[in-house]
């Protein structure tokens, strides 16, 4: 089993909620959309996705939280821009806008999940362990599945042995390293944008 | 929770596998998708989420059973053609055609299952107990977060007390009577057939 | 500019309309879409497509004519199961049962028309002149925009010279023949079932 | 009949095209499609039928321009976030971006057109007058079928007598008076952006 601890949460911002923090939610299973406004299959299948979760599963069992980690044109995904997305596409559910780091475009909570683009769905289980992280789309059945099966889960002791996510972040540098103009075309495809 | 133990499939033929039995499935979550050949919302919505649990899920965890329940027009809906019917839709699941009775149009497992039309879901989890019996549409996140909470159920023991189903198929004599052909126009809504 | 005078509808029987004769809906566009109800792709697409036509267009303007041509599996694809799946699918353009011939699976206007397998949409204008035969699926875009052409054409004046049609039947003779049951698994794909 | 000529495009810039005049197009069917970037309805369906009427017509026959008309949110649907949708969506068809206007949310051509909001649907025929001017959804077929019309007509005559638009932008001082941030939230449903 992966034993990941999964990172906080860094956001410059949150829509529809107040800060909400992984460690708070020990106890429940969270799913967490990572997408950008401008990503064609975001906006097709994960964000209806996103919603679907929300509204299924009640909020003391699931939580779901929207993650905008905006890795590429960040001078027009801005935090101005997104709250007109989320407001013309009805969005009701948490969204963080994931928090950029001075050197490197990937966004500091994406790095610190090595998420390899967008949308991207994390499932985190009551324990707070990460044990999904999946770039591109899952059907709505697979999501289903694995979510039903956490929620069988009984929470972990408090001291229950995990490994400690704290290289997960220094893991990012490769991936952004790609993160070129010269590949900028190839990018997002029908499935996913990739970094 | 639902305590009933599901009743046995009375088959009057199998496609695509050789007899199999509710009891001998004891240990694996069961799905019975019971539908009609001309049923629209069957082809529609039922049979491809039946194709797709059959898809997603090994057969040592998951079985699917597709259940013909002929409850109205048995002379087009023929053995014969539900042959045709499998072949022409490359439906590639066990299939079961359910025993017609002497008396009155309600097969022999539709009666015993009380189920109210087609299309109808019926999960059965690992110690034989209907969990789910819903006639209608149910999206595939729903199903999978069901199948995936029966999949982390333990099997209960041999000797778990569980309610008789002796008097289920009793109870069908009333839907049965509703089947007459001044409702025949009603029957079949976009989202299914009804007794 | 194909000049074939569109052949009779052989019919056996009608639903939802007294019989229609091509010669007798001059003047008008016709749109004949054959089918069989056990085709996946008649059921997903042409008869959706069928529908569309039918209320998009004004009867005076545009006829559609549904054409049940059962080239394989006549027994099951009987008169009697057309009834049942004309009444499920709620259908409510006129319908002819394409006539059977005693030697040979294809029937009579079938032939006639040369029509490759099912779905397939023919487009007769209102001189009488087949513009579009062809079997699989055509978008909707298309279909509109082709009988937007065709309204707009003014009818040929009675006298004007066409091509007989008294050749079309013969040639169906060939594609009689590639209809063995060795083929059987390979005649209906996402596409179309074809003969 | 419509005849009021269209007016110009009045475009800040152009994509995927060098600057187009409805002027130089006389002879051909132009088809204007008006959206905006962050407009629900525009992504999911009125720029797929953009591209499906530049995918089916030659361009010497049908001239496909898209107009990102913004009347709200003007901050956020910039040029240059323009471009980066533009890429994402790989949207192929000539695209002009409409120019504002010193006072007033609506920009020149919406205004000189009377469009009531995104997505609108202009068809324009061979000889340069309005024949369709649509707000909100419009299925393929219809779109086909009126295209497919148009084509058939031959262009007019230099001179003929044709209303001229000049009045048109003067009616639009309403609907910009209508603009303000209390209707914001009701603007956006799932056919259409309003004004």
Redesign the interface.
């Given at each position: 089993m992966n034993t990941i601890i999964a990172p906080e949460i860094y956001a410059q911002q949150w829509h529809n909620s107040d800060p909400l923090s992984i460690a708070s939610l020990r106890g429940k299973v969270v799913a967490v959309h990572a997408f950008q406004m401008?990503?064609?299959s975001c906006?097709?299948h994960g964000l209806p996705q996103a919603s679907?979760?929300h509204e299924?599963y009640a909020s003391d069992q699931v939580q779901v939280i929207g993650l905008h980690s905006v890795f590429e044109?960040h001078?027009?995904?801005?935090p101005?821009?997104l709250k007109?997305?989320i407001?013309?596409?009805r969005l009701g559910f948490p969204i963080a806008i994931d928090q950029p780091v001075e050197h490197g475009p990937i966004p500091k909570t994406m790095a610190a999940y090595q998420l390899q683009g967008t949308p991207s769905l994390v499932l985190i289980d009551r324990a707070g362990r990460i044990r999904l992280n999946h770039t591109g789309r899952v059907?709505?059945?697979?999501?289903?599945?694995?979510?039903?099966?956490l929620?069988?889960?009984a929470p972990v002791a408090e001291d229950a042995p995990v490994q400690k996510a704290a290289s997960a972040p220094a893991a990012t540098h490769a991936p952004s390293e790609k993160n070129t103009d010269s590949k900028?075309?190839e990018r997002?495809n029908s499935d996913h944008?990739s970094i």
């Open positions: 401008l990503c064609p906006i097709s679907a979760i299924l044109h001078s027009v995904m801005t101005e821009a007109v997305f407001h013309e596409y059907n709505d059945m697979q999501v289903g599945n694995a979510i039903g099966q929620l069988k889960e900028k075309s997002c944008c």
